[in-house]
């Protein structure tokens, strides 16, 4: 293990030294290429303007997310009604769905925890 921390040391100066040489040039092809995007000139009440604007969209997208949700709902109303018509890929495909959802759950208390399994540090 100890001989491989100098390659890891020159690894990580070779990577260091290329994000100085191209990182300059890189963010400014970046903006170039979106300078569509940016507001001219930055002012603080440009930035309060989108921000409203950024708000009020997504409130008036609320009336479109909400019939959406009554959809999914219905369908798996539907689904249940009808259970017997499921096969076992699909009730396989629900069950992993479900357990992910479970472990992403938990893994994002554990982070929330400090990656502690027990409780939170007092």
């Given amino acids: 293990m100890a001989s491989k921390i100098p390659q890891l040391q020159s690894k990580v100066n070779q990577a260091s030294q290329a994000a100085k040489n191209h990182g300059a040039s890189y963010y400014r092809l970046l903006l170039d290429q979106n300078k569509h995007y940016i507001q001219d000139p930055p002012t603080i009440e440009k930035c309060q303007s989108l921000a409203k604007q950024l708000f009020y969209t997504r409130l008036a997208s609320i009336p479109h997310r909400y019939n959406s949700f009554w ?50 540090y007092v």
């Fill in 71 to 120: 959809k999914e709902l219905d369908h798996a109303k539907n689904l249940v009604k009808n259970r017997q018509d499921l096969n076992m890929e699909k009730v396989g495909f629900a069950a992993l769905f479900g357990l992910e959802c479970f472990a992403w759950f938990w893994g994002g208390e554990i982070v929330g925890r400090g990656f502690t399994f027990t409780g939170y």
